[in-house]
């Protein structure tokens, strides 16, 4: 189709666009108590709270903005929707279990005795929730 991006999905951009590639990405996850959420992301994870107000509490996740949001109710995804890169993930694992995080266990993987599953490739992935059954990740890459 005449007109698209390399990619055939859009248009194509003139020179001088500005693309999302080069914009910081902003993570968002809901809580019902911004309170508990805070203590949890701040305490239990140790990020740092940059602003909290009525409406959100925003943490720094090494240099990506983490925006909790404050909501009435919630219905938990049922898959991961923040995941974190670690480079030793048994270490990481051992220290928020420390802090209190409970590892979930899927009865359709073989995970270790830290909840830690290796995937065919040679991945290593646990799961976590935040008090709001958000559910959370650790990877480390082969």
């Not at 009435?72 to 048994?90: F, H, L, M, N, S």
Request: proline share 4%; aromatic share 8%.
């Amino acid at each position: 189709m005449k007109g698209l991006g390399a990619s055939g999905i859009g248009p194509a951009l003139t020179t001088g666009s500005t693309m999302l590639e080069s914009s910081d990405l902003i993570a968002f996850a809901a809580a019902t108590d911004l309170a508990r959420a805070r203590e949890f992301y701040e305490q239990a994870l140790g990020l740092t709270v940059v602003e909290q107000n009525d409406f959100a509490c925003v943490l720094d996740a090494h240099g990506t903005m983490l925006r909790i949001t404050a909501v009435p109710a919630i219905t938990p995804a049922g898959y991961t929707v923040i995941g974190w890169r670690v480079g030793d993930i048994a270490a990481a694992v051992a220290g928020l279990a420390e802090r209190g995080v409970v590892f979930l266990r899927y009865d359709s993987m073989d995970q270790d005795a830290g909840g830690i599953w290796t995937t065919p490739g040679g991945d290593r992935v646990a799961w976590f929730a935040d008090p709001d059954g958000n559910v959370l990740s650790l990877t480390q890459f082969r």
